[in-house]
């Protein structure tokens, strides 16, 4: 069974730094593009960020210049670098993933970290 798992999230002060982690884990014979989704209270998702197993990256317009995201294939894992935080990037933190196992393809949701930014 496949699983994504993040970690990281938490309580950080207006202009602090977070790593997110996103993790799979199970039979995967491969993943293609990865990214990272947030929803705050009240607001719809929103795009965060994407990278390609080549490592092409998009970026949502309210975190371009200060999150960064990458991928380890060989740790199956993703990241997401986030830099001068601000109060309105507090959500809850959702990965995805598009995962090949067992022959068949699909995309896979994590269940969410909740990044905090708050003084």
């Known amino acids: 069974q496949v699983r994504l798992v993040e970690s990281g999230g938490g309580l950080v002060q207006p202009g602090g730094s977070l790593r997110l982690s996103c993790a799979a884990s199970?039979?995967?014979?491969?993943?293609?593009?990865m990214g990272w989704y947030r929803r705050a209270p009240g607001k719809e998702r929103e795009l965060v960020a994407t990278i390609t197993s080549g490592g092409n990256t998009n970026y949502g317009d309210s975190v371009k210049g200060r999150f960064t995201i990458s991928r380890s294939n060989a740790l199956n894992t993703m990241y997401l670098q986030m830099n001068s935080l601000k109060p309105e990037d507090t959500a809850l933190y959702y990965c995805?993933?598009?995962?090949?196992?067992?022959?068949?393809?699909?995309?896979?949701w994590g269940q969410g970290t909740q990044v905090t930014v708050s003084s």
């Open positions: 995805y993933a598009d995962i090949t196992s067992r022959g068949n393809r699909y995309e896979y």
């Open positions: 199970g039979i995967i014979f491969s993943i293609g593009p």
